[in-house]
C-alpha cells in the first residue's frame, strides 16, 4: 500500500513511458493528441486522489507532506491545461509530437520529484531532469529564432546550475550533511559565517532562474519569444510553481535571517521595477509577458522574505493565482494564432468582434495580472502585501504597489488594443469547439470566483505551508 503515496510520481513515468513507445511507432499521428489528453485528465485525477497521503522514505531524503502534495495538484492541473492548449500544435513538427508529449510529461516528473525532495543531491537531480527536458523541448519549434533561443537558454541553465551545485558543496561544507532538515536546525546559527551564507544563496539561484528574477532573468525575453506557444506557457506557468515552492521550502530553513531578507529585499525591488518598466515598450505579446513574469517573481519573493507563516502561505497562494491567469492569457494567444506564429499586441485589435468570450478572457487575465479587484490576482498580491506589513517592510510595499501602478499602463493597452481598436484588414472571427468554450468560460469563473471567495484556497495554502515549520 505504500505504492499509493507515490501514485503521481508513478503515473507520470508510466505516461512517459507510454509516449517513448509511441514516438517508436509508426502509426497515425492524430491520435496523439487524444491520447495525451486522457492521460493527462487521469493524472489530474491520481494527484487528487493522493494530495493527503503522507510519508518519508529513502532516510528521510523524500518526503510526501501537504506542502508537496499541493504543488503536485498544480503541477498537474497545470500540465493538463497546457495539454489542452496542443488540439493545433502547429508549432511542432507533426513527427515530434510523441517526442514533445514526452518531454513534457518528463519535467513534470521531474518537477513532482523536486517538490519533494529534502536532500541536496536528491533535489539537485530531480532539477536537472526538468531542466533538461525544458532544453530539449524550447529548440523544437518548426522556424523561426527557436535555436538561438535554446541555445541561449541552455548556456545560462547549466551556468546557474553549476553555480547551484558550488552553493551546495559550501551547504555541506558548513554543515555537513545534505539533509534539508538537519540544515534547517544548523543554519540559524551559521548564516553569520561566509560559507553558510553564500551557499544557500547559491544554492537559491537555480530557483531564481526557474522563476525569472532579476538578475537572472536575461534568458525569459528570448526564450519566451522564441519557443513554440505552447512551451512557453509550460515555461511560464508549471516552472514558475515549482520555483515558488522551493524557495519557500530553502527559505523557511533561515529562521528570519535579516542578511537574507535584506538580499531578498533588493532582488523584489530590482525585479519589480526592471520588469515592469522594460514591459513598457514591448510590441510583442509573448515578449511583454515574459517582462510581466519578471514583475511578477519580484511580487512572489515579497512574500517568501517575510519569512513567516503568513508570507509563505500568501506565495503558495500567488502561486496558484499565477497558474490560473498567465495559463488564460496563452489560452488566448494560442486561440488567436492557431497557425503557431507569434502574436503582436496589434494582432489583438477586433477581438471583441471576432470572439467576445476570448476577448473577455484575456480582459479578466489581464486584469488579474494588474491586480484589479475581484480578481484572484488582487487577492494574491493583498495577501503577499499584508504579509509583508505585518514584518514593517512598509517601504517595500509602498515600492510594490508603485510598480503595480506601473504595471496597469501596460496591461490596459492590452485591452484597449482587444477592445476599442479595429484592425486594418477585416480578421475572420474565431469559431470556438465546445470543449474550448467550456474551458474558457471556467478559466474566466475560476479567475473571479478565487478572488471574491479564496477563503478555502488560503486556507488550504496555510495548512499546507504548516507542513515545513
Not at 551547504?171 to 544557500?200: C, D, E, N, R, W
Request: charged residues 10%.
Amino acid at each position: 500500500m505504500k505504492w499509493l503515496i507515490f501514485g503521481s510520481e508513478i503515473y507520470f513515468l508510466a505516461m512517459a513511458i507510454v509516449f517513448l513507445i509511441l514516438s517508436m511507432m509508426r502509426r497515425d499521428r492524430r491520435l496523439d493528441f487524444p491520447a495525451a489528453l486522457f492521460l493527462a485528465g487521469l493524472g489530474v485525477a491520481v494527484t487528487l486522489a493522493t494530495v493527503r497521503l503522507e510519508g518519508s522514505f529513502l532516510y528521510g531524503a523524500y518526503r510526501i507532506d501537504l506542502f508537496s502534495q499541493v504543488f503536485k495538484g498544480l503541477l498537474s492541473i497545470g500540465f493538463f491545461l497546457v495539454i489542452c492548449l496542443c488540439s493545433n500544435l502547429n508549432g511542432i513538427r507533426e513527427k515530434r509530437h510523441p517526442e514533445f508529449f514526452l518531454l513534457l510529461a518528463t519535467c513534470t516528473l521531474g518537477m513532482m520529484l523536486l517538490v519533494s525532495s529534502l536532500e541536496l543531491l536528491t533535489m539537485y537531480v530531480a532539477l536537472e531532469l526538468a531542466s533538461y527536458s525544458l532544453y530539449a523541448l524550447v529548440p523544437m519549434r518548426s522556424g523561426g529564432q527557436q535555436t538561438e533561443a535554446g541555445i541561449k537558454y541552455f548556456l545560462a541553465g547549466i551556468s546557474t546550475s553549476a553555480l547551484m551545485l558550488f552553493g551546495m558543496a559550501s551547504l555541506f561544507g558548513a554543515t555537513q550533511t545534505t539533509y534539508i532538515s538537519v540544515i534547517a536546525m544548523k543554519m540559524p546559527g551559521l548564516l553569520h559565517t561566509p560559507m553558510a551564507f553564500i551557499g544557500l544563496l547559491l544554492t537559491l539561484c537555480g530557483f531564481f532562474f526557474k522563476l525569472a528574477l532579476f538578475p537572472f532573468h536575461v534568458w525569459a525575453p528570448n526564450v519566451y519569444q522564441g519557443a513554440a506557444n505552447q512551451v512557453t506557457a509550460f515555461l511560464a506557468t508549471a516552472t514558475k510553481v515549482t520555483a515558488m515552492a522551493m524557495l519557500v521550502r530553502l527559505v523557511s530553513m533561515s529562521r528570519e535571517n535579516t542578511s537574507l531578507a535584506q538580499v531578498l529585499i533588493a532582488l523584489a525591488i530590482l525585479s519589480m521595477t526592471y520588469g515592469n518598466l522594460v514591459a513598457l515598450i514591448q510590441k510583442d505579446f509573448k515578449r511583454l509577458l515574459a517582462y510581466s513574469a519578471i514583475a511578477h517573481a519580484g511580487y512572489s519573493l515579497i512574500g517568501i522574505l517575510s519569512m513567516n507563516p503568513g508570507g509563505y502561505a500568501s506565495t503558495t497562494f500567488y502561486a496558484l493565482a499565477y497558474l490560473a491567469m498567465t495559463f488564460t492569457c496563452f489560452w488566448v494567444v494560442v486561440k488567436v494564432a492557431p497557425d503557431g506564429r507569434n502574436l503582436a499586441i496589434a494582432q489583438l485589435a477586433g477581438l471583441h468582434r471576432r470572439s467576445p468570450l476570448l476577448a473577455m478572457a484575456l480582459l479578466v487575465a489581464v486584469f488579474s495580472l494588474g491586480g484589479i479587484p475581484p480578481t484572484i490576482g488582487f487577492t494574491g498580491k493583498f495577501l503577499v502585501f499584508t504579509a509583508a506589513m505585518q514584518k514593517g517592510y512598509f517601504l517595500l510595499v509602498v515600492i510594490a504597489m508603485i510598480n503595480v501602478v506601473v504595471s496597469l499602463y501596460y496591461y490596459i493597452q492590452i485591452v484597449r488594443t482587444a477592445f476599442l481598436l479595429e484592425p486594418e484588414e477585416e480578421l475572420p472571427r474565431i469559431n470556438l469547439s465546445i470543449p474550448a468554450t467550456t474551458l474558457t468560460v471556467v478559466m474566466i469563473i475560476a479567475i473571479i470566483a478565487g478572488g471574491i471567495w479564496p477563503r478555502y484556497l488560503v486556507q488550504l495554502a496555510t495548512t499546507a505551508t504548516k507542513a515545513l515549520l
